[in-house]
């Protein structure tokens, strides 16, 4: 998830970072799943990796309703903000079909790296130790602290808070839906499908503006935040009304 918020540079450690989501996660991605299922056989029956994906058809709904619903609101998102703020939009002059190829690489890439790391490791670990809402706390948590390298909000209080309390929460949404299907295809379908849809359409990516450009720029502004922070929680409403306990694989 990106909040966009303008913040300084990060530390020399971490500015790394971003550069190595972009051209090399996915060697990172394959040694994650390696790592993953070395983790599974060790620590149990060793089928982490395929209680992910099977069954197909269940697995495939999973991905296809989160993409849909973090999709949807990514596009509710800026519509609200647009008619508040008076945002006009405009289609790029000209679509160039490698570029956009290379931000949708991209996104697959980095989310699935994201979902790896919080969900398919750490989250997994924890929830093998702790009740399962603490274990998603602490999940949420990392993943708000390593948004503040990725996005650049070191150093600037404000930009912490804000890029903690709204990557936080859209974390925990992402470990609530790991937790309740025990596999990373639910998450994986709503991380996607709000970054894929922000990147592509709204010009939020790294690649600028790929389909639609902003004639006026989007200002930060509290009505925007508390926008914001809905879509978690009314993300986390949907997933537990679509997934109740009841319904959890054992």
Request: aromatic share 14%; proline share 6%; with cysteine.
């Amino acid at each position: 998830m990106e909040w966009g918020y303008p913040c300084p540079a990060p530390s020399v450690i971490f500015a790394v970072i971003p550069y190595l989501r972009f051209g090399m996660t996915i060697f990172y991605n394959l040694g994650l799943l390696i790592f993953t299922a070395g983790l599974s056989r060790a620590t149990g029956p060793g089928h982490l990796l395929r209680s992910w994906i099977l069954p197909l058809s269940r697995r495939g709904r999973e991905f296809s309703w989160g993409f849909a619903v973090l999709a949807l609101a990514c596009v509710a998102y800026h519509g609200i903000s647009t008619l508040i703020q008076d945002i006009q939009w405009t289609w790029v002059e000209q679509i160039v079909p490698g570029q956009l190829a290379q931000s949708l690489w991209y996104d697959l890439n980095s989310v699935l790296f994201e979902e790896l790391i919080f969900r398919g490791i750490l989250l997994y670990m924890l929830l093998r130790r702790l009740p399962e809402i603490g274990a998603c706390l602490i999940s949420a948590a990392a993943f708000g602290v390593y948004h503040w390298f990725t996005q650049g909000a070191w150093g600037n209080p404000v930009a912490m808070a804000v890029v903690f309390l709204a990557t936080g929460l859209m974390g925990y949404v992402f470990a609530f839906a790991y937790a309740r299907t025990s596999s990373i295809a639910l998450p994986f379908g709503l991380h996607l499908g709000w970054n894929l849809v922000n990147h592509t359409l709204f010009a939020a990516g790294p690649f600028g503006a790929l389909l639609l450009r902003p004639v006026s720029e989007e200002a930060a502004s509290l009505v925007s935040l508390l926008l914001y922070l809905a879509i978690p929680l009314l993300t986390l409403f949907l997933v537990n009304r679509r997934y109740p306990l009841s319904s959890k694989p054992h």
